[in-house]
């Protein structure tokens, strides 16, 4: 994701859909072309299904692609779980081959190895590239996705149609998972899933988000960033006159206000946050305007961007923080490979894109996904089509739906919804190293979220939990510093707080994508809470 798409994606602001259901198509595709008998270069495989299926009633070339696995562990079948990575636009095929899925890139390289924290062991498992046009999936000419509501019908169309080939999973226990935009997928698919009940009973479970876009970008972003760097002043090697000039303009901004409010527990009342503190249009801008072109360095240049930039409005904290960071990094100066999604992260770290891009563009490998013909079918056939150079993020999607009409935050309605009125159990969880969506701004937006019969959090999220237990029946607050561990802080994963149908796990030790940096723990989290309940 470029410095653009980063900006825009953090600022862009929500407005409500309207959903559409129209009939579903049946299938006449037998399920037996689907079959996946082996990988290239990779360990052996639980019995999965892989390829494309059409989306009903839309034009011709608009196809989700998909990869089904079955369940290794019979004690589990009864669980269908659903992973989305975010963007927009990025291919689930990140998740599947970097944390949760069965076979994972053995370190820099395209050899795939079997991943002993597979979620395969926790039930059947469902990877889709959506919406149209991401990762292996296809979509018409001109891009035909304009917005959120689009995303929603595309995607609940196809799984209508998706339970129709493989019925047997009709009966199951469905858990939503994913990623960062899929704070807006997941939100706005599980309410086109308890709209169409009468018509086409699913039977979803639970959702969980992980540093997800689920509140609007002042909370998530503007107001929480100099807090969070203050939590990481040590990784970030930010100097003390610059903190100083962040915690200065909090109070400026009327920010200071709003994370005390945060921070009391259980909240007062509604918090009031600023829509628009930051112009959501500050970076589309035209690029022969230097004055748009901000490396701030110094206190006062800090400052000014903050409180007096042209180009961002007022009290842009969260653009000022990124351009800071990447002015220094880029300079030499501060911390080196400056990472926005782990700040843990540093100039060795492996960036698994360039792997999934390399291995899902051969052609023996497209071939095992049942995306082109076998060889000997090649032979008999005049029109075999060349490999799909597979990207793992799809920057037209990105651009298209951030440029959109967005959708209305999902903490505000549709999340307590669905768990007040629907009863479907919801989880959060945050990576304590994530800057692009930090875990204080998913703190605040639960803080402010009301949802059976009472607002936030009664207690603040205190309670240990460990690598292989993520919910421990005992009760243990935490009473340790990291820095100065006990042996019961050694074995801690993070903290957690569960009320109302409402779960929040915060993860130490791991960014954006938690199941990449703690395999292990994120496996147990989906054993212990997500398929638990």
């Not at 299904?49 to 998909?66: C, K």
């Not at 994913?178 to 086109?192: D, H, K, M, T």
């Not at 309605?413 to 959060?428: E, G, K, Y």
Request: with cysteine; hydrophobic share 35%.
């Amino acid at each position: 994701m470029n410095i653009a798409a980063i900006y825009s994606f953090i600022h862009s602001l929500w407005a409500i859909p309207a959903f559409v259901f129209p009939h579903t198509v049946r299938l006449s595709t037998s399920v037996s072309q689907f079959e996946v008998h082996q990988l290239p270069n990779s360990s052996s495989l639980p019995v999965s299904w892989a390829g494309r299926l059409p989306v009903p009633e839309t034009p011709p070339g608009n196809s989700l692609f998909f990869w089904l696995f079955q369940a290794e562990d019979p004690a589990y079948d009864e669980n269908l779980i659903i992973w989305f990575n975010g963007g927009p636009g990025c291919s689930s095929l990140i998740g599947l081959t970097t944390g949760n899925g069965p076979v994972s890139f053995d370190g820099n390289s395209t050899r795939l190895i079997r991943n002993p924290h597979s979620w395969t062991k926790l039930g059947n498992v469902l990877y889709v590239d959506q919406p149209v046009g991401t990762g292996y999936s296809t979509a018409s000419n001109p891009y035909p996705v304009p917005d959120n509501d689009r995303v929603t019908s595309d995607f609940y169309k196809w799984l209508r149609n998706f339970f129709i080939l493989f019925p047997n999973l009709r009966s199951k226990r469905v858990h939503m998972i994913g990623e960062s935009w899929a704070g807006i997928y997941i939100p706005y698919f599980a309410s086109a899933i308890v709209e169409g009940q009468d018509l086409f009973p699913i039977d979803l479970r639970s959702i969980s988000i992980g540093d997800g876009t689920i509140g609007n970008p002042a909370a998530m972003s503007t107001v929480t960033i100099g807090k969070f760097m203050r939590s990481q002043k040590d990784t970030l090697q930010i100097p003390n006159e610059i903190r100083s000039v962040f915690t200065e303009v909090e109070a400026i901004c009327g920010f200071d206000e709003i994370l005390k409010a945060a921070n009391q527990y259980p909240p007062n009342g509604k918090i009031h946050i600023p829509g628009h503190p930051e112009n959501r249009n500050y970076k589309r801008h035209d690029p022969t305007n230097t004055t748009c072109n901000i490396h701030p360095t110094t206190p006062d240049m800090v400052k000014t961007s903050i409180l007096n930039s042209t180009c961002y409005g007022p009290c842009a904290t969260f653009a000022t923080a990124f351009d800071y960071m990447s002015t220094v990094s880029a300079s030499g100066a501060g911390k080196q490979c400056h990472d926005i999604y782990d700040t843990h992260n540093d100039c060795n770290t492996i960036d698994p894109l360039d792997l999934l891009a390399a291995y899902f563009s051969r052609a023996d490998v497209q071939v095992a996904l049942n995306l082109l013909p076998a060889a000997e079918e090649s032979l008999n056939s005049h029109n075999s089509a060349p490999p799909t150079t597979f990207s793992p993020c799809n920057s037209t999607i990105l651009d298209k739906l951030l440029t959109s009409t967005p959708p209305v935050a999902p903490a505000y309605s549709i999340l307590p919804h669905l768990v007040t009125s629907h009863n479907i159990s919801l989880h959060i969880y945050s990576g304590e190293h994530d800057m692009l969506v930090n875990h204080f701004g998913t703190e605040l937006c639960l803080q402010n979220m009301t949802w059976n019969g009472a607002q936030g959090f009664s207690q603040k999220p205190s309670r240990l939990f460990f690598a292989d237990n993520a919910v421990p029946s005992h009760f243990l607050l935490h009473s340790c510093e990291k820095e100065n561990s006990t042996e019961t802080c050694d074995s801690a994963a993070g903290l957690w707080a569960s009320e109302r149908g409402v779960t929040y796990h915060l993860f130490w030790g791991a960014g954006h994508s938690v199941f990449g940096k703690k395999p292990r723990e994120m496996f147990a989290y989906v054993r212990d809470v997500v398929v638990a309940g």
